[in-house]
């Protein structure tokens, strides 16, 4: 079993910056896809970045130049820089891992954007 836990959320001001963590069990972390997922009152959940496990990243237009996905495969942890950050960036973001057709969430963390 996988078990992945986020930290770093919290209240920050329009034009903060938060660096979200997420630390995964498990010595297959390496072969994993990682991702970074929000979900915002009253909306779906979606992508923000994800990295694969050669290390090429994807963001969401939303996000793109604001944001930085990164992973340490020797810590099992995978990162999510957010800087320029805005009040429409407020969701619980969570961290997922995938193994071909598994995948695992952690429980998430909130942040908030508001002065």
């Known amino acids: 079993q996988v078990q992945l836990v986020e930290s770093g959320g919290g209240l920050v001001q329009p034009g903060g910056s938060l660096r979200l963590s997420c630390a995964a069990s498990?010595?297959?972390?390496?072969?994993?896809?990682m991702g970074w997922y929000r979900q915002a009152p009253g909306k779906q959940r979606e992508l923000v970045a994800d990295?694969?496990?050669?290390?090429?990243?994807n963001y969401s237009d939303s996000v793109k130049g604001r944001f930085t996905i990164s992973r340490d495969n020797t810590k099992n942890t995978v990162t999510l820089q957010m800087n320029s950050l805005k009040p429409e960036d407020t969701a619980v973001y969570s961290c997922?891992?995938?193994?071909?057709?598994?995948?695992?969430w952690g429980q998430g963390t909130q942040v908030t954007v508001s002065s």
């Open positions: 990295i694969l496990r050669d290390g090429m990243t």
């Open positions: 498990g010595s297959s972390f390496s072969s994993a896809a």
């Open positions: 997922s891992a995938r193994w071909g057709y598994r995948r695992y």
